[in-house]
């Protein structure tokens, strides 16, 4: 019996210890952790819940102004009106907010209630951008963040938002969002300088994000200066550090706040004024064109102006454009597809983009060339039929074949020397001297040197404008056509390249930039839209100053090849007198040459080239219009004024123009008149 009781006793005992061991164990267990989470890890949890309760709001900053040379504004930040309603301070009455959506509906005109919420339409919505009723639209922000403001109604009219926000008192939870949109108060007439802005690209998200911005809320530049001037004009946002409840309520801000940046403000070079006269000529005389063609035959064109003394340009049109106010608040999607689908490439910029064959305007190259190398003298006559024959040879022991190269004037010019064969434009001259015409020219300018000349007169490079998507053109040689296209340099590719046509292509502002030099003798100017950088306060932090590239005169630019065409250490500059000799010539263009007739009767000096320049792009072969020997041809004219102390150079481009002196010069002639008229006006003497 006592035994019994003992093994009993035991037994129990036992168990008691298998208890204890248990509990001590749990409790063990929870201690471990209750440690590791408070002592090992504490940090870390408490890190965790303050980042879920200390939120980041950034502050957005303003975007600086842009205006013209003279302080017209092209580019300013407007209000933008948005409805909103915060659903934790709507009334908790349900009759009493119904009756608040019912007065606003009438007051906005959006339905109360329209639309179903599925999964669906929930993660699709997009405030601003939907068909939704007040009801749903609430109840999808009361469900994601009470606190949180929502857009009912965004950009009402400045009338519609004083009477919801004199409402205040009437309708609780409903406000008036100002929001900044950019302005473009000249529109249509700036916007190929001027650009437009759209959302930051996922693409730069992270990029902008590192620099304090909010993708989905900031804009930045998408073209022309709101594009390359971006981190200048954009500023820099603030910062708040604000801790929230559970509902997203800011309870109190957990550190100073940190104030935004305006950007900065910017004044370029260019006079509205101006503008605006040389898009009228331009249009202009295109639609004049095309009513007395009964045709649509001219469908873009360039019109440049810029003063050659210090590289401002003073007006920049590129025709076709589009209207970049309508992209003030979001780019939309039809719109935009109508731009990119216009054949006319409205959202191209012809005047920095473009690369067409120059033509005659690009003999100038040919022509300083030819003296400098002493292909020929100024007065050395050449004999200019209308058409002359050479051998068409691929190679130096090619045998080749007979090919025709004919003049623009039926009959031909008779005897030129080089002022007459660049004042009347003289096709044959310039296939002479440039590759050469048995012993009248016994060596011609020929392909390496000619290239040469072009890139010293900034053909072939970037000029550095401050406008995005710049082409470099292209200034062909023997070596770039054995790479590109796999076959050789041939004999007629010279002569052709001497007329500004076969391979060689150029935007409007090289060429433009080529005359500027000659006009201004010799000395290259960078071509800037860059006048002043100024504070919001007024004050100039940076203030414009020409920026010279070099002097053809000066600096030793031109590479000296010896008789077998191989470039040698030697560099020679441009000599002076031939930068005269090609002033004299530019100015006989005028009073004898091929503008004498447009330029009658003005009374300012004027210089300048005439250039019609064959084409065949995608377009032309698309009409049918690339049949030999009938090609199409663009309409070119540069000129400056006055000619013996030049302060402004003008260019004016038509594509399929069809010839410069009766398209092109007659815009360039305009925009001379429109300058020297403000000018009188700006001094005072009108």
Known sequence: MNKSKNFFGAGKNWRIKVLYILILLIFGFYGFRLFTLQIIDGEEYKAQADENRISNISVQTERGIIYDRNGIVLAKNAAAYNVMITPADLPGDEGATQEIFRQLSEVIGIPVSRGELTDEVVTTFSPCNTDLGI????????????????????????????????????????????EPIREYPTGELTSEIIGFLGPIPESMEEYYTELGFVAGRDKVGYAGIEATMQDTLAGKNGLRVVEEDVAGKVIR???PPVEPEAGLNIKLTIDTRLQQAAKAALVGNIKWWNRWFNDVRFTNGVVIAMNPKTGEILALV????????????????????????????????????????????????????????????????????????????????????????????????????????????????????????????????????MSEYAKALGYGALT????????????????????????????????IAGMGQGYVLATPLQILVSYAIVANDGVYMKPTLIRE????????????????????????????????????????????WVIDMTQQALRMTVTEGTAMTIFQGFEIPTSGKTGTAEYCDDIAQGKGLCDRGTWPAHAWYVGYGPSDDPEIVIIAFVYNGTEGSSVAAPIVREVFEAYFALKEIDEGKQ
């Open 464 to 495: 550095g404008i401050e406008l995005p998507g710049e082409a470099e053109g292209l200034v062909p040689n023997p070596t770039w056509k054995r790479i590109n296209l796999s076959e050789a340099w041939s004999t007629g590719d010279t002569y």
């Open 135 to 178: 009801e749903q639209i609430v109840e999808i922000a009361d469900t994601n963040a009470p606190y949180t403001p929502m857009e009912i109604k965004c950009d009402v009219d400045k009338e519609v938002a004083m009477l919801v926000e004199s409402k205040s008192e009437e309708w609780p939870g409903v406000t008036i969002e100002v």
């Open 253 to 255: 801000d957990v550190e």
């Open 318 to 449: 590129s025709y076709p454009t589009y209207e970049n106010n309508r992209m003030a608040r979001y780019i939309p999607a039809y719109y935009y597809q109508q731009l990119s689908a216009d054949p006319n490439r409205p959202l191209f910029n012809h005047a920095i983009s473009a690369e067409h064959p120059p033509g005659s305007v690009y003999k100038i190259v040919t022509a300083i060339g030819a003296l400098n190398e002493g292909v020929v003298t100024p007065y050395q006559s050449l004999v200019t039929p209308y058409s002359i024959f050479i051998t068409e040879k691929y190679s130096q022991n090619d045998t080749g074949y007979q090919r025709e190269f004919v003049d623009w004037k039926a009959g031909g010019h008779g005897q030129a020397n080089f002022f007459k064969g660049l004042s009347q434009s003289v096709d044959v001259y310039f296939y002479k001297i440039s590759g050469g015409y048995g012993d009248e020219v016994k060596e011609g300018l020929g392909p390496w040197r």
């Open 533 to 576: 950088i100024i504070d919001s306060d007024g004050n100039v932090v940076k203030e414009f100053t020409p920026t010279k590239v070099w002097d053809v005169t000066k600096d030793p630019l031109i590479t000296v090849y010896d008789d077998n065409d191989l470039p040698t250490d030697e560099k020679k500059t441009i000599e002076p």
